[in-house]
């Protein structure tokens, strides 16, 4: 049997039957579920910091509300203001209850962040989320535009 990855949009996910789904989560082949900025629910804060005041130059923050999941997830978000040159510092935890606006709590799940890789046009990250069933996640991602390079060694 080959494995390959399943990319599927978050819409398109969302359609499929529950049963299909789960078939899918239990199969053990990693998932990869897209989505772009403007099509996600999810609340804005964004901002510029004068360049005079802070060397870092633009600062851009978002919550981002993935659905109700559990097991193994890369989440690929696809936002204009990321490049390979950007520092992408993500959060994750369990929706509170009201939408992203309310905030997230912790609660008996374990929520595992693994990997953050910032790309040209967005950022994609390797998460788990100990639990059995499906339950609510968000992600706070705060951008940082990185202005200098130091080699190493």
Same mark, same amino acid.
């Given at each position: 049997?080959?494995?390959?990855? +399943?990319?599927?949009?978050?819409? &398109?996910?969302?359609?499929?039957?529950? &049963?299909?789904?789960? %078939?899918?989560?239990?199969?053990?082949?990693?998932? %990869?579920?897209?989505?772009?900025?403007?099509?996600?629910?999810?609340?804005?804060?964004?901002?510029?910091?004068?360049?005079?005041?802070?060397?870092?130059? +633009?600062?851009? @923050?978002?919550?981002?509300?993935?659905?109700?999941?559990?097991?193994?997830? $890369?989440?690929? &978000?696809?936002?204009?203001? $990321? @490049? @390979?040159?950007? %520092?992408?510092?993500?959060?994750?935890?369990?929706?509170?209850?009201?939408?992203?606006? %309310?905030?997230?709590?912790?609660?008996?799940?374990?929520?595992?962040?693994?990997?953050?890789?910032?790309?040209?046009?967005?950022?994609? +990250?390797?998460?788990?989320?100990?639990?059995?069933?499906? +339950?609510? $996640?968000?992600?706070?991602?705060?951008?940082? @535009? $990185?202005?200098?390079?130091?080699?190493?060694?």
């Amino acid at each position: 049997m080959v494995e390959k990855d +399943i990319h599927l949009s978050k819409e &398109l996910f969302d359609k499929l039957p529950e &049963l299909a789904r789960d %078939a899918i989560k239990a199969s053990g082949i990693p998932l %990869a579920i897209s989505a772009s900025v403007p099509e996600r629910r999810f609340c804005v804060a964004t901002s510029t910091v004068d360049e005079s005041q802070n060397a870092a130059g +633009i600062i851009s @923050s978002m919550r981002v509300d993935w659905g109700n999941r559990h097991g193994n997830w $890369i989440l690929q &978000l696809n936002w204009g203001v $990321i @490049s @390979s040159r950007t %520092a992408v510092f993500v959060a994750i935890g369990e929706g509170a209850a009201g939408g992203p606006i %309310a905030g997230k709590f912790i609660g008996s799940a374990k929520y595992t962040l693994f990997n953050v890789a910032p790309r040209a046009g967005g950022v994609d +990250i390797r998460i788990n989320i100990d639990w059995d069933s499906d +339950i609510r $996640i968000y992600a706070d991602y705060l951008v940082v @535009s $990185i202005d200098r390079f130091e080699p190493s060694g």
